[in-house]
């Protein structure tokens, strides 16, 4: 019996999908400008904050690829599994992220659910307790940001599992 990549008996699972497009290649200023707003984006923040966000943009958003590039991504910069497990419910499991994380992540969910009521009050004004303005601004853009890299994701289907982090020491 073969194997994937993943060490996985092939017949036991779904087929890999295709991806519908390689849009990074079809639009290259597009994507070397996303890479310069991610890099922006990031500035003066917590480097675990930031992939605790982008996790939690991304399971709301349905996008395999950045959850999986993500998910990598914190625990190669030293995030637990079961704070990252717990993430899909964070309301019932607060105790394990700091109010700051919280306060993150509830901004988070307002900023990519638009729909669901704009960015109320409370949400914005409980961050703005825990984040300096400037910190603020850099989250907001942050959380722009993982938006933007969950759609571009979600509707080429770009394809989850193959992402591989860097080494965070170098």
Not at 19 to 41: C, G, H, I, N, Y
Request: proline fraction near 5%.
């Amino acid at each position: 019996m073969t194997t994937n990549e993943h060490n996985h008996p092939t017949s036991d699972y779904a087929p890999e999908h295709s991806p519908r497009m390689q849009w990074a290649e079809l639009a290259p200023d597009v994507f070397k400008a996303m890479v310069r707003l991610e890099t922006a984006s990031r500035k003066g923040l917590d480097p675990i904050l930031v992939e605790l966000v982008k996790i939690r943009a991304s399971q709301l958003n349905h996008c395999a690829f950045c959850l999986d590039m993500h998910t990598k991504d914190a625990l190669a910069a030293g995030e637990s599994v079961e704070r990252i497990v717990q993430l899909s419910a964070w309301e019932e499991s607060r105790h394990f992220y700091t109010e700051k994380e919280v306060a993150a992540i509830e901004l988070t969910e307002a900023v990519t659910v638009l729909t669901d009521g704009f960015v109320p009050d409370d949400v914005y004004e409980k961050a703005a307790k825990h984040f300096d303005e400037a910190e603020l601004a850099q989250l907001i853009a942050a959380i722009t940001v993982i938006n933007a890299w969950n759609r571009f994701s979600v509707a080429t289907r770009m394809v989850p599992g193959h992402y591989a982090p860097s080494d965070p020491k170098h």
